[in-house]
């Protein structure tokens, strides 16, 4: 079924444990496990594109072979109607033997972390329950928040955020794929946009790439631009000058128009505050505001209402530092 | 204000009831067989809308049949503590009202309403009423299936229909001859059609238009019904004017609105009126706290939370006011305008992050955000890949066209 791959993030995602770049320590311990054949459950803890989803598929890859499709089945619990789906089509799919020598077949559970811990807990449940037909490879952020007797039943690996030199090996290895002109400043341009994760860094090199074949600083962050990612630092420039109402209409277009999740934003204006033109006790200050938002947004609250309040609160710290 | 008129012009015999022709034939008929003693069924349950005179019927079953009359609220906890001594007895012989045939008529209303009391043997109790009935039993309910079946196996169920609007224009004409109002008829009309078949409410909102006048006018009923929707903008308004946090929390009991609605008015609306950027951080954070606790209302189903939320909203925003206000038109929450604008770009939007999901092993939130603003680009500059990159994804032509706009 794989006819050629457009999208790079697939086309160059690594096919085998050793493809891997820059996690030696986990990638070793994962291939003694596909070599003896015996996969304990596992959790893969760590930031976006690192690595994680692409070491499950490696896993399966390596395992069964060309029936590595038939005996994977992917789930992303973010995406999924709830617990009782996931139950359903794991149940569903567990129920046959798997095809091939292999006695188990694997579940991949991606952004596990999105569940509940009350479905957390079905979800121990279920893994007690097929644990002789299937094995899970459970993929999160961070794995304080997978139950303990989840995290207890799986081996952890973490995977670090990778460093600029294994995601600008990468890039190279892309650009003298496809024959693109690529200089250090730019890669040191797309690591920067992309903030060392690996698929943000693709995405960023296909559309530079459909710009201009020579790739450089200017383009990466004329890419940048294009594809709105300066949007939230606009919407903090526009509320700290005062003008609520059209960092409003920005954040609004943000989560109606774009669809990003509120989380999302919140982790963006995060991280631009430190570069914000702001008194550093300020910036601190700023910093503790955003994550008690933050933590209300876990707490159910909505996240319009929540952000629309963090805008105000700039608004106001603008007017304070003006005036002082 | 003078008596109020729904109860001034109860009907004083069954047959004088509004618009329920057979469910008056069967009370009668149970009622009889009752005298005769040898009840068909031991109680009656009557069910049906609000303001359709399921209560008015029973206490005028009671009059005619020259019975007692006792009334108890089912969703009253100590009810169940009396109800025996009540009702598991005849009346005592003698009783004040001579004529009477010794019999009490037992009213229970609100009978799908023993919210709370059900685990404390509300339902039992009325259960072993029924096993041994010494009187008469009237059940009343708006919802005859959240009475449990076995209680309702035992009653002979009648149902109170919405009543129709020439009956409500019947009813009301009645009363302004009686008071001596002239009416213009297309009135009347107006407000029976503003009532859904509730009676009840037709015969109160007549009482607050006409009451006093000598005449009652189409325009007087058109203006009154506006002012009841465009009540929003009034609270609003006095909201950021209140002084005092009970003035303020006791604004939103004059609308009918829950929270949430009168929080997203707030939300569109402070950031034109507040000039102070003080007063409009207070204000959200006021709103956001409210919000807070909506979200735990929500998400743990603890409906004590509400009462904060509604506090909040109400007196935490206007607490939160000091510094002037500027005068603006309010405005509808243009949110909900904005969601149904973009309905149709947001489906196909989600459409392709559902595609790109599948295919790069990922989530359609990390679709949207981290590879839907890239194919945008790629779209927009290099046509060859994009066709490409459509037939790959199998995109739909308005999904391409998002993408080329995006």
Known sequence: MVEAEEI???????????????????????QSFVEKKSLPHLLFAGPAGTGKTSAALCIARELFGDGWRQNLLELNASDERGIDTIRTKVKDYARTRPIGDV???????????????????ALRRTMEMYTHTARFILDCNYSSRIIEPIQSRCAI??????????IAQMLKRIARAEKLTLDEDGIKAIIYVSEGDMRRAINVLQAAATLKRKVDEKVIYGVSSAARQEEVKEMLTLALAGKFEEARSKLFSMLINQGLAGEDVLQQVHREVMGLDLPEPVKVKLIDKVGEVDFRLTEGAN??????ALLAHFCLIGDRVRTT | MSEIWADKYRPQELRELVGQPQAIREMLGWAESWRKGKPSKPALLLYGPAGTGKTAAAQVLAEQMGWDLVELNASDERTFSVINQVAGTAAATGTLFAGTEGKRLVVLDEADNVYGVADRGGYRAIEKLLERPQNPIVLIANDQYEIPWNIRAACLAINFRR??????????????????????????????????????SAINDLQALAEGKKRLTVKDVVLYRRDREANIFDVVSQ????????????????????PEDVLAWIDENVPRVLVDPADLER?????????????????????GMWGYASDMVTAGVAMARQGELKYVRFQLPSVITKMSR?????ATRDGIARKVAKRCHTSSHVARKDFLPYLGVIFRHDKKTAERIAAELELGEAEVGYLVKA
């Open chain 1, 8 to 30: 790079w993030v697939e086309k160059y995602r690594p096919e085998k444990l050793s493809e891997i770049v820059g996690h030696d320590e986990v990638v070793s311990r994962l």
């Open chain 1, 103 to 121: 006695p188990y077949k694997l579940i991949l559970l991606d952004e596990s972390d999105a569940l509940t811990p009350d479905a957390q807990h």
């Open chain 1, 157 to 166: 690996f973490r995977f670090r955020r990778l460093a600029e030199k294994d």
């Open chain 1, 303 to 308: 996240e319009r209402i929540q952000l629309e």
């Open chain 2, 163 to 200: 009543v129709q609007q020439d009956a409500i224009v019947g009813a009301l004409q009645r009363i302004c001859r009686a008071e001596k109002i002239g009416v213009e008829p297309l009135a009347l009309k107006v407000i029976a059609e503003t009532a859904h078949g509730d009676l009840r």
């Open chain 2, 239 to 258: 909201l950021l004017r209140a002084t005092t946090a009970k003035q303020a929390r006791e604004l939103l009991w004059s609308l009918d609105m829950p």
């Open chain 2, 283 to 303: 204000v959200y954070e006021a709103i956001a706290r409210a919000d807070v606790f909506l979200g735990r209302t929500r998400r743990r189903q603890a409906y």
């Open chain 2, 342 to 346: 973009t309905k149709v770009a947001r």
